[in-house]
């Protein structure tokens, strides 16, 4: 007579150590080549995929991803805690290229969900990488891998929706590799890595102030190369995203000491020249904080004015098919009623 038992499925803590577990067999399988590691590292990752199916499962059952959890939730917060305790979070996204491809996608599910999760007021997954800015370094540099780039993106735009995550992702050393990811062969990579950047600088108003005031000359030496980048979509998304940071007022220091510098202002005349109408419009729009300065610096003056009859010809005819836009038509004739003006600067 055959018996069948249904297994007893694994608790949380069965589940958190059960894939620490096939972790450290996936790190010792890959180190020695031949049929029986490759064995071993599929039976790791097999094991880990079902573990962190089953995790899913368990914060979807307990209602985490809803906003009236259900009374399982106990299974929920034993599950966190474990995650929290053990590290679990940085060693999988440490290591999320390794894993399956839908492993990849529900271990991104499983960090968005903890991390929208509450106690009262508090919100745990927030403080736990707030106090553990290694996690937030270990995402960002999951662009350098093609297979973890879109995953880990996801999981920063996801954090870059709390200030305070921003804020720390700010002050570290690793934000600035967003630079060589922005510009990289890969567009799927620099893309999503660009949106990711764009979010950090972005969606909140005072970390990024705080950042660039602290970093102007490292944080301008690397962006004007992407102002002058060979990519046509990285030159476009530069020049929009400078636009808005510079015409965000709280970044009105900021906006001061990049229009003081004369050699800012040759690239965007330069943009402002460019093939593309795309290049040429987000051109314009920093351009015309050049202009609109009153307090010109002399190199900025003298540049402008010996211009001056080229620049008004120019903006007379700088995209007449935009003229149906009002708003567009008034800053045209503004400049160019302000280009006019342009005298000589003072001598020194």
């Given at each position: 007579?055959n018996?069948?038992?249904?297994?007893k499925p694994?608790?949380?803590?069965?589940?958190?150590?059960?894939?620490?577990?096939?972790?450290?067999?996936?790190?010792?399988?890959?180190g020695?080549?031949g049929?029986?590691s490759?064995?071993?590292?599929s039976k790791?990752?097999d094991?880990?995929?079902?573990?962190v199916?089953?995790?899913?499962?368990?914060?979807?059952?307990?209602?985490?991803?809803?906003?009236v959890?259900?009374?399982?939730?106990?299974?929920v917060?034993?599950?966190?805690?474990?995650?929290?305790?053990?590290?679990?979070?940085?060693?999988?996204?440490?290591?999320?290229?390794?894993?399956?491809f839908?492993t990849?996608?529900?271990?991104?599910?499983?960090?968005?969900?903890?991390?929208?999760r509450?106690?009262?007021?508090?919100?745990?997954?927030?403080e736990?990488?707030?106090?553990?800015t290694?996690?937030?370094?270990?995402?960002?540099?999951g662009?350098?891998?093609?297979?973890?780039?879109?995953?880990?993106?996801?999981?920063?735009?996801?954090?870059?929706?709390?200030?305070?995550?921003v804020?720390?992702?700010?002050?570290?050393?690793?934000?600035?590799n967003?630079?060589d990811?922005?510009d990289g062969?890969?567009?799927?990579?620099?893309?999503?890595a660009?949106n990711?950047?764009?979010?950090?600088l972005t969606?909140f108003?005072d970390?990024?102030?705080?950042?660039?005031?602290?970093?102007?000359d490292?944080?301008?030496?690397?962006y004007?190369?992407l102002?002058?980048?060979n990519?046509?979509?990285?030159?476009?998304?530069?020049?929009?995203?400078?636009g808005?940071?510079?015409?965000?007022?709280k970044?009105?220091?900021?906006?001061?000491?990049?229009?003081?510098?004369?050699?800012?202002?040759?690239?965007?005349?330069?943009?402002?020249?460019?093939?593309?109408?795309?290049?040429?419009?987000?051109?314009?729009?920093?351009?015309?904080?050049?202009?609109a300065n009153?307090?010109?610096?002399?190199?900025?003056?003298k540049?402008?004015?010996k211009?001056?009859?080229?620049?008004?010809?120019?903006l007379?005819?700088?995209?007449?098919d935009k003229?149906?836009?009002?708003?567009?038509?008034?800053?045209?004739?503004?400049?160019?009623?302000?280009?006019?003006?342009?005298?000589?600067?003072?001598?020194?």
């Amino acid at each position: 007579m055959n018996f069948f038992f249904k297994s007893k499925p694994k608790g949380p803590f069965e589940l958190v150590k059960a894939t620490h577990d096939a972790m450290a067999r996936l790190d010792t399988s890959s180190g020695s080549g031949g049929s029986v590691s490759e064995h071993q590292r599929s039976k790791a990752n097999d094991e880990i995929s079902k573990n962190v199916a089953s995790m899913l499962q368990i914060l979807r059952d307990g209602g985490a991803d809803k906003k009236v959890p259900d009374t399982t939730s106990e299974q929920v917060a034993q599950l966190a805690q474990e995650i929290y305790t053990t590290e679990l979070l940085p060693l999988l996204i440490t290591n999320l290229s390794r894993l399956d491809f839908e492993t990849r996608k529900e271990v991104s599910i499983i960090f968005g969900i903890l991390l929208r999760r509450k106690i009262g007021s508090r919100e745990p997954t927030v403080e736990y990488l707030n106090s553990r800015t290694n996690v937030l370094a270990s995402l960002i540099c999951g662009y350098n891998s093609p297979d973890a780039a879109i995953f880990c993106g996801n999981m920063l735009r996801e954090c870059f929706k709390y200030e305070i995550l921003v804020r720390a992702t700010l002050k570290l050393p690793e934000f600035f590799n967003f630079f060589d990811y922005v510009d990289g062969e890969n567009f799927d990579v620099t893309s999503d890595a660009f949106n990711s950047f764009h979010d950090a600088l972005t969606k909140f108003k005072d970390p990024p102030v705080s950042f660039l005031n602290d970093n102007y000359d490292a944080f301008f030496a690397k962006y004007n190369q992407l102002l002058e980048s060979n990519n046509y979509v990285v030159r476009r998304q530069s020049l929009k995203l400078l636009g808005e940071i510079l015409l965000e007022r709280k970044n009105f220091h900021v906006m001061m000491s990049f229009i003081k510098q004369s050699a800012n202002l040759k690239m965007v005349m330069n943009a402002l020249n460019d093939k593309s109408k795309s290049i040429q419009y987000e051109a314009f729009h920093i351009f015309k904080i050049f202009v609109a300065n009153p307090t010109k610096t002399p190199d900025v003056q003298k540049i402008l004015y010996k211009n001056k009859d080229k620049l008004v010809k120019f903006l007379a005819d700088f995209q007449n098919d935009k003229n149906t836009d009002e708003q567009f038509r008034d800053e045209k004739a503004f400049l160019v009623k302000e280009v006019r003006k342009l005298q000589p600067p003072k001598p020194e």
